[in-house]
């Protein structure tokens, strides 16, 4: 089973809506974060929590909102869609400390707005 | 703000030859880690090698090594004896405490 896992892997919406989407991680893991990919920008932070109680906004936050239920779940919301939020998300974990708090990924989300 | 140049959006390499990919960043930090990530049509983001700033010995991941120039900012990825399954998009990241920045990426292509 993936360690990582972020639901749904693809989806379809319309400008306005509100969306959800989730991450969940087996890797007890207390870092987790979220990303959004677009072509020739590479992958851009958009919010990242080191613990349940603790959430941080990343490079590009406007227009996204995060929750973090449990040190297992991580999730982000588009409180209403707009189409240059179309992008691939990735969640991401790592270790609170250790020397190279590595990054381990989720399989994407493709989310397209219309 | 760190900033992470990627200059070649695309490479291609012949099988079995060596490609080297640029990476270089911009920080006022001095400790800090570099990664070099693959990500294959599948999209999965997988980690190829790292290095720490405070290293200098090259890190080396069997055919994959860099090149880490610390006062340069250079951080580049050499493949050696390129494969049909090298061919993906390459990204280069570099990480603190508090922030990760990732570059814009390179598309290799692999020539049989």
């Known amino acids: 089973d993936a360690d990582v896992t972020q639901t749904p892997r693809n989806r379809i919406t319309k400008t306005g809506k509100r969306i959800m989407l989730e991450c969940s991680q087996t890797k007890g893991h207390d870092r987790m974060y979220w990303y959004r990919q677009d072509p020739g920008l590479g992958l851009r932070l958009i919010y990242y929590?080191?613990?349940?109680?603790?959430?941080n906004k990343g490079e590009i936050s406007d227009g996204y909102s995060v929750s973090r239920q449990a040190q297992a779940k991580f999730s982000l919301s588009l409180e209403s869609a707009i189409p240059n939020q179309t992008a691939l998300y990735f969640c991401?974990?790592?270790?609170?400390?250790?020397?190279?708090?590595?990054?381990?990924f989720g399989p994407g989300t493709r989310l397209t707005v219309l | 703000a760190q900033t992470v140049t990627q200059s070649q959006p695309e490479m291609s390499v012949q099988e079995a030859e060596t490609v080297t990919l640029s990476c270089t960043y911009d920080t006022s930090e001095s400790d800090y880690y570099l990664f070099w990530y693959k990500q294959p049509p599948s999209r999965q983001m997988i980690l190829v090698i790292r290095q720490e700033a405070y290293k200098q010995q090259n890190a080396t991941e069997n055919r994959f090594s860099v090149n880490f120039q610390k006062a340069a900012k250079s951080f580049s990825l050499k493949i050696s004896d390129s494969q049909l399954g090298d061919a993906a998009m390459y990204f280069c990241?570099?990480?603190?405490?508090?922030?990760?920045?990732f570059g814009a990426g390179t598309r290799l292509t692999v020539k049989p």
């Open positions: 991401a974990t790592s270790e609170l400390s250790g020397r190279w708090n590595e990054q381990f």
């Open positions: 929590s080191f613990d349940v109680k603790d959430i």
């Open positions: 990241a570099y990480r603190t405490d508090n922030d990760m920045r």
